[in-house]
């Protein structure tokens, strides 16, 4: 859900007043999204920000929100690298941000780094890439040990025309095919840059990078490569499916539990 | 806890008459310990036993107990490998057995094999080796993502002595050291065949080959390891703690959540 095509100053005119003199931090966040409403604050549900913020509030002694995040997650999608950026008059340095912090959370979220950065540097606005790692268990029987981050895909796969199909989106498209509540008035072209299928014994990860993702487009592209790698459509079927531009003619989403934001570049 | 010195059978007088013209069905399980109190029933808490014989009783129509698990793994743990067996004399295919199972058992636990075997078969008494693995994240700031089957050991760990001091455990030992209450009458002697360390970044995998385990065995045996690695002890003091024959001499036991057991050789 980022907005590569803005300018790096592309922040609200609410924010260019609070932002003079104010250091920049910028934080990168593990978590375990399992049981949260997603990342994004929701009166009297618990969320990433919200509960980021009641720990930032309780480190820095006064109410305090974050700026921006890379891209909002779902409910239940997990992150190894979400990236958030806050600002702040406090003279606490990075390394007392990170344990304060730590401290504060709970123990499904982490801050692994926190430096400070240039006033200009926008979390979301900022991100020239993003990836997401989607994992998938391919096998008859669930697996246990793997159900809080894996889903269980239990037909076989051929991933001949999966890897194709991924092959055929990668690249500049209108991805409007593939995200749920897409708003006429904005844009839903997005670049692909890499999409990669790899597959360890029954564990099947894919991995996509590109310059924004739409609402729901990672989980609604790996149930139509599901879909080609079942044989139930074709790549003639994609082609078409993305021609189409309406979201009913993609595969079916998958499950939250799989999906985790793997990185973001800058 | 197996004590493959017994013969394979083994089994005592009221499941001699049991087994009579019986099937010996063998199941191979995958669980994640975390909400339960452990492998072994006990009355009114949840136990992996108990779910299985309720799963068992309603796919076979009749109160159905196990005979044996290959070992009785400690709340918290988990298996990727378990083996259990029961006897019954339904005419039901292992197939099905494996389908039943897996659709009346909750989402934690999953039979991954089912077979029928010879009559003399004991999932405890005829193991031969067993394997448990150990998962440590050793950074200074916790991985929610790998809370739940990883222990988190924030100290830099030197890995060259505890992989000296694995090889020194590495063999026939008295290891009542290693052991939380260690019985006068029985035997403490067991033969490590296989201990070994892995790092992969700041994953540290430990895995502990054995004829059998004593109670505690592994999480001791690793506490202690740490506090090689960490320099609090040295080889020196590992071949004392042995020699001492006394649980209080070992290095304290560590989480269960990092323990799993994943396999086991007949």
């Known amino acids: 859900m980022s907005r590569p095509s803005r300018s790096l100053s592309g922040s609200s005119k609410k924010s260019k007043t609070n932002i003079q003199g104010l250091r920049n931090i910028k ?68 390394d007392k941000v990170i344990r304060g912090l730590n401290f504060y959370l709970p123990r499904e979220i982490a801050v692994t780094q926190a430096v400070e950065v ?5 979390a979301r606005y900022s991100a020239r890439f993003k990836t997401y790692e989607y994992r998938i268990w391919n096998h008859s029987i669930r697996s246990p040990l793997r159900a809080s981050s894996f889903c269980h895909y239990p037909y076989p796969l051929d991933l001949k025309p999966m890897r194709q199909g991924a092959k055929m989106l990668t690249g500049k498209h209108d991805f409007k095919s593939f995200c749920n509540q897409a708003q006429a008035e904005k844009s839903s ?15 099947i990860l894919i991995r996509v990078e590109a310059n924004g993702f739409l609402y729901r487009m990672v ?7 599901l879909d080609l790698g079942r044989g139930k459509t ?18 079916q989403a998958v499950e939250a539990q799989g999906l985790r934001l793997i990185d973001v570049t800058y």
Chains 1, 2 share one sequence.
Do not use: C, M, W
């Open 27 to 94: 934080l990168v966040l593990e978590y375990d999204g399992a049981r949260f409403f997603g990342f994004q604050s929701q009166p009297r549900k618990r969320t990433i920000q919200g509960v980021l913020e009641k720990a930032l509030s309780q480190l820095l002694n006064r109410k305090t929100k974050i700026k921006a995040a890379s891209g909002r997650t779902d409910a239940g999608v997990h992150a190894s690298f979400q990236v958030v950026n806050f600002y702040t008059d406090k003279e606490i340095s990075t």
């Open 118 to 122: 240039q006033p200009a540097f926008h």
């Open 189 to 203: 072209i997005r670049t692909i840059r890499k999409f990669q299928i790899i597959a360890h014994g029954h564990e």
């Open 219 to 225: 989980r609604n592209l790996v149930g139509t490569l």
């Open 234 to 251: 074709t790549l003639k079927d994609l082609e078409k499916i993305l021609l189409k531009k309406t979201r009913s003619a993609a595969g």
